[in-house]
Nanobody
Framework: QVQLVESGGGLVQAGDSLSLSCAAS????????LLWFRQAPGKEREFVAR????????IFAESVRGRFSASRDDAKNTMFLQMNSLIPEDTAVYYC???????????????WGQGAQVTVSS
């Protein structure tokens, strides 16, 4: 069992920045990466980023590439998602997830954070 606890998010204006964090209660040899998804009202949950614990290597969705970055604190089993140059289309509930069988598919993820609301006003 892995618990993911998110923090961060909020209400900002377009062009501003926000950061999210996701703390995992434990990590095992089966935990290769932590992923971020988001879900806007009336839309399906979509992939945002995937970061490998060991290397910190991150893959971003095209919609956020160049604006979002990721980092990690291994000692605290915590991942961070830094979101810059936010646009209204980034408005969504952001979720971190672990143990995802197919990383673009949220239905294959076993553990989820509670979600963090990000609202970007124009």
């Amino acid at each position: 069992q892995v618990q993911l606890v998110e923090s961060g998010g909020g209400l900002v204006q377009a062009g501003d920045s926000l950061s999210l964090s996701c703390a995992a209660s434990r990590r095992t040899s089966r935990d290769f990466a932590l992923l971020w998804f988001r879900q806007a009202p009336g839309k399906e949950r979509e992939f945002v980023a995937r970061t490998e614990w060991s290397s910190g290597s991150t893959i971003f969705a095209e919609s956020v590439r160049g604006r979002f970055s990721a980092s990690r604190d291994d000692a605290k089993n915590t991942m961070f998602l830094q979101m810059n140059s936010l646009i209204p289309e980034d408005t969504a509930v952001y979720y971190c997830a672990a143990r995802c069988g197919v990383w673009q598919l949220p239905k294959t993820c076993l553990y989820w954070g509670q979600g963090a609301q990000v609202t970007v006003s124009s």
